[in-house]
């Protein structure tokens, strides 16, 4: 957010935001009448929150932080509602600039605004109820549309629910439940109390079957919802056709039912449990001699638990055409003014969804009532059902007289017994979360996140080949790709939450495994609440630096660092050891740490391991892992084909990384062992990381390393191999500092005899030529290279080096692109 300088600054601005939302005034105080950037960010933070906060739900976190252009802040805001807090944070911006300008500012307005539209798309108290329950009970949640559709849980335990209904919930019941005459013949079927009735087909046919029912009567919609177009109490051939044709705005199918005296309930069974009980009141107002019921129901209606539609506790009271004849049956219209103490009815029926209100009854239900309700719900297979009950007194046994089930109701409102009018609220969404996931489930999947800067997606592909071979499903997103399974969802680079939310949505994955890029968390964050492992593999000479305000490696661990922050209290970190920025990420950690190292006696893993720590290290061509002054060999590396007998020191490191998390995970020790040996450093299990061909005589290696950790690393593992001719492909992205790309050249110049400079797909603005022109100018300082080639296009590139070395040399290829390099190493020159 660009925050404009105060150019005519005074403390007068600072008292005219004060008058307006005092609740800011903790960041006012202190704040100078010349006003810099971050302060009145700050301003505009505090009341953005406290805007939200009146309409929503509570919020309280936010942050300022400077960015390299001068007077442009990024202000970190909580929000409850993703668009609700963006037009809180445009709200804040335009009263100030307002004030400074000596503009009017129409705050009630501007809240009157903000409230609508967080009654539009915030999560209704149902909805709301469940999705609290959930997170306090640490269930993952994850709203799926704008409606009420929510996902709970990840992968292959989630659930979902929509308002009232949820995975459990029978569409076969809930059709039932829809037809209304056929859920009354159900519950006669079973002996349960229910009113005479019968469809009708016309107002004549409706009078005939209320002659036959015996009169008073109810018409109603046989599939209608919510209380709407239901008429009751009904005498006179007048009213019941009246009613039938209120009831055909509704629907196109009539019923006629007897109508049952005494007092409105509703009933909801939760599974096999009754939850809670209320007795409903219809809408109504009070006369007062001087205003008319117009104005009377206007002033009800300006009630804040009352809201349009569900948003709030209560339904505003509108004006229908039932309305009106419930008005005209006690002879009055909107118009008219009603004594003092008169009550007027607005409805007959109680819904909270016409503007009734409920008090809670749950403790008076009498065991037989409660009975009834339970069978009747197990009638039609409902998981939660709202039954609706008339009954004299609800605290003496069910009897022909005294209790009458008149309709059953799938995803019931849940909001009368959360915010009954009168009496004790009832906690029916934990109780609908706590029938979903029973004690002990929490609708989480093992979730391992990596990242770091170099070797993400060899660890990743390592861990997900690992947690496959104990009979996983496992959710892989990388650099590559998203993949369940050996199935490819989506191919490019898929490091980030979009892909991650993929993975954890699919209902087939068991665990998932994500590589983490900084891209994404400095976009959107992370995708998941918490982890159960978080593996950083390096941070080194860090990358992408210049990018989104990130210049240093300390910064950019901590970016990083969001990953460690995510651990879960029973979780771990698994930590490089020789890497003192990853180190000094372990105080984030909420759980526990294991550190790595390719080295035994590593001062870090020394002191942890004196703490009685965990520690995974290398010694005498072993892996050994250690928790305080225990150890044991794991197993040796030269059975792990991807470390190439540990010639590759990284490829050990990454290796280490993920041994160490399904360590953390728990594994047990002979899969993992097993599946250790069978993850080749091949074209199909591991494309671009240190694969090594055999091709026309060369040795050539293709890795996707393109930084300067990335180079240090790959000239480390090529000294170990025994070519004396070394050739060299090779490009650099071109969001890369300049100083970036030409210390990578210089670097190649220490180790191969001849380098292939290319530009390829990552030139990301830079003009054709300028990436190698830099890597040329590193290499001017070259103690090995004697010769520079530079060529448009990667394959080219690839398919002239191959041509031009002689046999016998060791060609390394570095692949912007692994896997368009990978399949035309495969097509053109047969490559396994």
């Known amino acids: 957010m660009a925050i404009p300088p105060l150019k005519e600054p005074s403390e007068e601005w600072q008292k005219a935001l004060l008058a307006l939302v005092p609740q800011?005034?903790?960041?006012?105080?202190?704040?100078?009448?010349?006003?810099?950037?971050?302060?009145?960010?700050?301003?505009?933070?505090?009341?953005?929150?406290?805007?939200?906060?009146?309409?929503?739900?509570?919020?309280?976190?936010?942050?300022?932080?400077?960015?390299?252009?001068?007077?442009?802040?990024?202000?970190?805001l909580q929000f409850d509602e993703e668009n609700v807090g963006l037009h809180a944070l445009d709200l804040a911006r335009r009263?100030?600039?307002?004030?400074?300008?000596?503009?009017e500012f129409d705050l009630t307005a501007e809240q009157e605004a903000l409230a609508d539209l967080a009654n539009d798309i915030c999560l209704g108290p149902s909805t709301r109820a469940m999705v609290d329950a959930a997170q306090e009970r640490g269930i993952p949640i994850r709203r799926l549309t704008e409606g009420s559709l929510v996902q709970l849980g990840y992968g292959s335990k989630q659930r979902?629910?929509?308002?009232?209904?949820?995975?459990?919930?029978?569409?076969?019941?809930?059709?039932?439940?829809?037809?209304?005459?056929?859920?009354?013949?159900?519950?006669?079927?079973?002996?349960?109390?229910?009113?005479?009735?019968?469809?009708?087909?016309?107002?004549?046919?409706?009078?005939?079957?209320?002659?036959?029912?015996?009169?008073?009567?109810?018409?109603?919609?046989?599939?209608g919802n919510q209380g709407r177009g239901v008429a009751l109490n009904l005498f006179t051939r007048e009213q019941v056709a009246a009613a039938y044709a209120a009831a055909l705005e509704e629907s196109s199918s009539i019923i006629v039912e007897q109508f049952a005296t005494g007092l409105d309930f509703r009933l909801l069974v939760i599974g096999r449990e009754l939850v809670a009980a209320s007795q409903r009141q219809p809408a109504q107002v009070i006369g007062d001699g001087i205003h008319t019921i117009s104005e009377l129901i206007a002033e009800e209606n300006k009630n804040p638990k009352r809201a349009s539609g569900h948003a709030a506790a209560l339904s505003k009271i509108r004006i229908d055409?039932?309305?009106?004849?419930?008005?005209?049956?006690?002879?009055?219209?909107?118009?008219?003014?009603?004594?003092?103490?008169?009550?007027?009815?607005?409805?007959?029926?109680?819904?909270?969804?016409?503007?009734?209100?409920?008090?809670?009854?749950?403790?008076?239900?009498?065991?037989?009532?409660?009975?009834?309700?339970?069978?009747?719900?197990?009638?039609?297979?409902l998981d939660i059902c709202g039954i609706d009950l008339v009954a004299h007194d609800i605290s003496l046994p069910l009897s022909s007289r005294n209790g009458s089930i008149i309709e059953l109701n799938a995803r019931p409102g849940l909001r009368m017994h959360l915010f009954p009018s009168e009496g004790q609220p009832r906690p029916v969404g934990k109780t609908v979360i706590?029938?979903?996931?029973?004690?002990?489930?929490?609708?989480?999947?093992?979730?391992?996140?990596?990242?770091?800067?170099?070797?993400?997606?060899?660890?990743?592909?390592?861990?997900?080949?690992?947690?496959?071979?104990?009979?996983?499903?496992?959710?892989?997103?990388?650099?590559?790709?998203?993949?369940?399974?050996?199935?490819?969802?989506?191919?490019?680079?898929?490091?980030?939450?979009?892909?991650?939310?993929?993975?954890l949505s699919n209902p087939m994955v068991?665990?998932?495994?994500?590589?983490?890029?900084?891209?994404?968390?400095?976009?959107?964050?992370?995708?998941?609440?918490?982890?159960?492992?978080?593996?950083?593999?390096?941070?080194?000479?860090?990358?992408?630096?210049?990018?989104?305000?990130?210049?240093?490696?300390?910064?950019?661990?901590?970016?990083?660092?969001?990953?460690?922050?995510?651990?879960?209290p029973e979780g771990h970190a698994v930590l490089n050891a020789t890497d003192p920025l990853v180190v000094s990420m372990a105080p984030k950690c909420a759980g526990k740490t294991i550190y790595f190292a390719n080295e035994a006696d590593h001062s870090v893993i020394r002191e942890h391991r004196k703490a009685g720590g965990k520690a995974i290290f290398t010694r005498d061509g072993s892996i050994i892992r250690a928790e305080g002054e225990t150890e044991e060999v794991f197993m040796p590396l030269a059975e792990i084909?991807?470390?190439?007998?540990?010639?590759?020191?990284?490829?050990?490191?990454?290796?280490?990384?993920?041994?160490?998390?399904?360590?953390?995970?728990?594994?047990?020790?002979?899969h993992v062992r097993s599946a250790a040996r069978t993850f080749q450093p091949s074209l199909d299990l591991n494309a671009g990381r240190f694969n090594t061909l055999q091709l026309k005589g060369l040795t050539v290696i293709v890795d996707y390393g393109h930084n300067t950790s990335a180079l240090r690393k790959m000239a480390e593992a090529v000294r170990s191999f025994p070519h004396e001719k070394r050739i060299?492909?090779?490009?650099?992205?071109?969001?890369?500092?300049?100083?970036?790309?030409?210390?990578?050249?210089?670097?190649?110049?220490?180790?191969?005899?001849?380098?292939?400079?290319?530009?390829?797909?990552?030139?990301?603005?830079?003009?054709?030529?300028?990436?190698?022109?830099?890597?040329?100018?590193?290499?001017?300082?070259?103690?090995?290279?004697?010769?520079?080639?530079?060529?448009?296009?990667?394959?080219?590139?690839?398919?002239?080096?191959?041509?031009?070395?002689?046999?016998?040399?060791?060609?390394?290829?570095?692949?912007?692109?692994?896997?368009?390099?990978?399949?035309?190493?495969?097509?053109?020159?047969?490559?396994?």
């Not at 949820?166 to 005459?181: F, G, H, N």
Request: include cysteine.
């Open 24 to 76: 800011a005034e903790p960041s006012l105080r202190g704040v100078s009448p010349v006003a810099k950037g971050s302060e009145v960010g700050a301003i505009i933070a505090a009341i953005a929150l406290e805007m939200q906060s009146r309409v929503s739900t509570p919020v309280n976190y936010s942050h300022v932080v400077a960015t390299t252009q001068a007077d442009v802040y990024r202000v970190v």
């Open 95 to 103: 009263m100030i600039e307002a004030v400074v300008s000596g503009k």
């Open 160 to 223: 979902k629910i929509l308002a009232a209904a949820t995975s459990y919930t029978s569409a076969i019941s809930e059709d039932i439940v829809q037809d209304k005459d056929l859920t009354r013949r159900l519950l006669l079927e079973v002996g349960l109390p229910v009113p005479a009735g019968r469809p009708a087909s016309s107002p004549e046919d409706a009078w005939a079957a209320a002659q036959e029912i015996g009169l008073p009567v109810v018409v109603k919609p046989r599939d």
């Open 321 to 381: 055409a039932v309305a009106l004849a419930v008005l005209s049956e006690q002879e009055v219209t909107p118009d008219s003014i009603p004594e003092r103490d008169r009550v007027i009815l607005i409805r007959r029926n109680a819904n909270l969804s016409t503007g009734g209100t409920a008090v809670d009854v749950t403790d008076m239900v009498h065991p037989t009532i409660r009975d009834a309700a339970i069978e009747s719900a197990q009638a039609v297979g």
């Open 434 to 503: 706590d029938m979903m996931f029973p004690a002990g489930e929490s609708g989480r999947i093992p979730i391992v996140a990596v990242t770091g800067v170099n070797g993400k997606t060899t660890t990743a592909r390592f861990i997900s080949h690992l947690l496959t071979q104990t009979g996983l499903t496992v959710g892989l997103t990388s650099t590559d790709g998203v993949f369940v399974g050996s199935r490819m969802l989506d191919d490019g680079d898929c490091s980030g939450p979009k892909s991650a939310r993929i993975v």
């Open 510 to 568: 068991d665990a998932a495994v994500l590589e983490t890029a900084r891209g994404g968390i400095l976009r959107e964050g992370l995708s998941f609440d918490r982890c159960d492992v978080a593996v950083v593999t390096n941070i080194g000479d860090g990358d992408h630096l210049g990018i989104s305000d990130i210049d240093t490696v300390e910064q950019l661990s901590v970016v990083k660092s969001c990953v460690v922050g995510a651990v879960s």
């Open 641 to 670: 084909p991807l470390t190439h007998n540990g010639r590759v020191g990284f490829q050990v490191e990454n290796t280490l990384a993920a041994l160490g998390a399904t360590w953390a995970l728990r594994l047990p020790d002979q």
């Open 728 to 832: 060299c492909v090779y490009s650099a992205a071109g969001d890369r500092r300049d100083q970036d790309i030409i210390t990578q050249g210089a670097l190649l110049g220490s180790d191969y005899d001849t380098v292939w400079l290319y530009e390829g797909d990552y030139c990301r603005g830079r003009e054709t030529g300028k990436i190698m022109d830099l890597m040329a100018k590193g290499l001017e300082s070259a103690t090995r290279t004697t010769r520079i080639e530079k060529i448009v296009g990667a394959l080219k590139a690839l398919d002239l080096a191959i041509a031009d070395a002689e046999p016998g040399s060791l060609l390394v290829i570095q692949a912007d692109t692994a896997d368009e390099t990978v399949q035309h190493l495969k097509k053109t020159y047969g490559a396994v």
